[in-house]
T-cell receptor, first 110, second 115 residues
């Protein structure tokens, strides 16, 4: 899987939007962009994924740059429960093993 | 429905001992994965099963580690002659199949401490 780069940590206030960036300049045409998050003392949980078009679900939105070399996970209104480590992962076509980096630790202030 | 469960939640053992960690995947999920997570790091892939067979065990660090899934459901990760460096959280995940669009559902993990 191609490599991703994320900031080590970010901070937000409750009820404000959060934009979590991810760079993946070596992405290939068949790579899907996946986001997982890991709450304290829990296993990771799936958040969202996309290939080329922006995606929305009940948890978040995923904005993918036109050249696909970067993406942004958007939490529209952060809550204290969103405090977690967020992982941006590329999974190439047919690949079954996501490679997790260190992710971005999101701190949400009340 | 029930998610992925792992037992025990915590395991403390002494150096040199043998341990078994169990994973119960979501019913109907054919793919099962084991990961190891050290403090401050992301999960690190160990082994992947598709059905009963280990499709990829390239992440197992050495031959002290072994995993089975005899009936294509429950899996057991076995560690022989444990070392202090084996201390970590061991995570299990399952997915409906192994395609790249299939999300993985993770269990809460087993925290292994080797004294």
């Amino acid at each position: 899987d191609a490599k991703t780069t994320q900031p080590n940590s970010m901070e937000s206030n409750e009820e404000e939007p959060v934009h979590l960036p991810c760079n993946h300049s070596t992405i290939s045409g068949t790579d899907y962009i996946h986001w997982y998050r890991q709450l304290p003392s829990q296993g990771p949980e799936y958040v969202i994924h996309g290939l080329t078009s922006n995606v929305n679900n009940r948890m978040a939105s995923l904005a993918i740059a036109e050249d696909r070399k970067s993406s942004t996970l958007i939490l529209h209104r952060a809550t204290l429960r969103d405090a977690a480590v967020y992982y941006c992962i590329l999974r190439s076509g047919g690949s079954y093993i996501p490679t997790f980096g260190r992710g971005t630790s999101l701190i949400v202030h009340p | 429905g029930a998610g992925v469960s792992q037992t025990p939640s915590n395991k403390v053992t002494e150096k040199g001992k043998y341990v078994e960690l169990r994973c119960d995947p979501i019913s109907g999920h054919t793919a099962l994965y084991w990961y190891r997570q050290s403090l401050g790091q992301g999960p690190e892939f160990l082994i992947y099963f598709q059905g009963t067979g280990a499709a990829d065990d390239s992440g197992l660090p050495n031959d002290r580690f072994f995993a089975v899934r005899p009936e294509g459901s429950v899996s057991t990760l076995k560690i022989q002659r444990t070392e202090r460096g084996d201390s970590a959280v061991y995570l299990c995940a399952s997915s409906y199949s192994s395609g790249d669009y299939n999300e993985q559902f993770f269990g809460p993990g087993t925290r292994l401490t080797v004294l």
